[in-house]
Structure formats: structure tokens, C-alpha cells
């Protein structure tokens, strides 16, 4: 099968699922981060794909925006003491790391894939 004989997959919504950018039925993942070699139902090849550092710092700006204003809150508005204001905003840190970082690794792999992504290549 062409790429174009595939119904048409929201990046997002195949990002979010973690699921194939191209059939948006076969698992993305082999393990928490880990990509499948190939996609099982469509046999679509994810060695070319490759996030980078993207997913992480996005996650990085997110969660360290919540984890500065979560300690403010708690520290400024409910006046925990420092340790425990410290201790609700890491875990909300690492909370938040773990639910977001791989929809968006998928989210970018998925983007990828749907915008022809490939590495750059000077024209002679």
C-alpha cells in the first residue's frame, strides 16, 4: 500500500494514543520511550524517526513553570514550610514528566511523518 491509500490520522490525536502516524492502529512504543522497530499493522519503518531533545524541553518548560508556581502557592499562599512546599512541587515535577513526555515524543514523531520531515540535505 502508497501512503496515500491510508485514511488520513491526526498527529496529535495519534500522538496522543501513541499510536502509528500512518494507520493510527499499531503501537508507536516498544516500552516506556523505547520506538517499535515497525509498525505491526501497516509495517510503516520508525528507524528513521527520531524526536531528538524536542519532547524534553517542551516537558522542561511545561512542568517547570507548574513546579515553580505550585511551590510559590504553596509556600506564599497556604505557608507550608519550605521542605514541604520543596517536596510538592519535585513531586508534582516528576508527576507531570512521566504523563507528558511520551505523548509528546509521539506527538513530534507523528508530526514528523505527516510534514515529509527528513535531515537537510544542501543542493549542489
Known sequence: MRMTDYPPVSPYAAGMKGTC????????????????????VCGLDFAKADSGDGPAVFVMFIVGFIAVALAFVARFMWYAPLWLAFLISAGAAVVLTLALLRPFK?????????HKAAEGRLEE
Open 106 to 114: 509521539a506527538t513530534l514523531i507523528a508530526l514528523q511523518y505527516v
Open 21 to 40: 502516524p500512518r494507520c493510527g492502529q499499531g503501537a508507536l512504543f516498544d516500552g516506556f520511550l523505547t520506538l517499535r522497530s515497525s509498525c505491526e
